[in-house]
């Protein structure tokens, strides 16, 4: 079993700054990919970053040079630290992990959500 944790969501003013975070406990052999996806009403659940075990990171387009992705291997945790917000960023957050158990058992996890809420 594993078990993800999301927290660091809220309200803040265009142009403030937020970090959410990720932790996942259990039954964890290694973490292949973590990312952060993001939802708004209406809308379909979007990529925010992804960040492979490697390290490199990926962004969507509209959070590029505002949003970074990082990862604690030796706490099986992401972080999202998140810039200069603007209103458009307001939505559900969610974290994604692929995680492996053990050989030929492997899945990808969903955080809870956490919601960002960004006033003009």
């Known amino acids: 079993q594993v078990h993800l944790v999301e927290s660091g969501g809220g309200l803040v003013q265009a142009g403030g700054s937020l970090r959410l975070s990720c932790a996942a406990s259990?039954?964890?052999?290694?973490?292949?990919?973590m990312a952060w996806y993001r939802q708004a009403p209406g809308k379909q659940r979007e990529l925010v970053a992804i960040?492979?075990?490697?390290?490199?990171?990926n962004y969507a387009d509209s959070v590029k040079g505002r949003f970074t992705i990082s990862r604690d291997n030796a706490k099986n945790t992401v972080y999202l630290q998140m810039n200069s917000l603007k209103p458009e960023d307001t939505a559900v957050y969610y974290c994604n992990l692929v995680i492996i158990q053990g050989p030929l058992s492997g899945s990808d996890y969903w955080g809870q959500g956490t919601q960002v809420t960004v006033s003009s």
């Open positions: 259990g039954s964890i052999f290694s973490i292949i990919t």
């Open positions: 960040i492979s075990s490697g390290r490199t990171a």
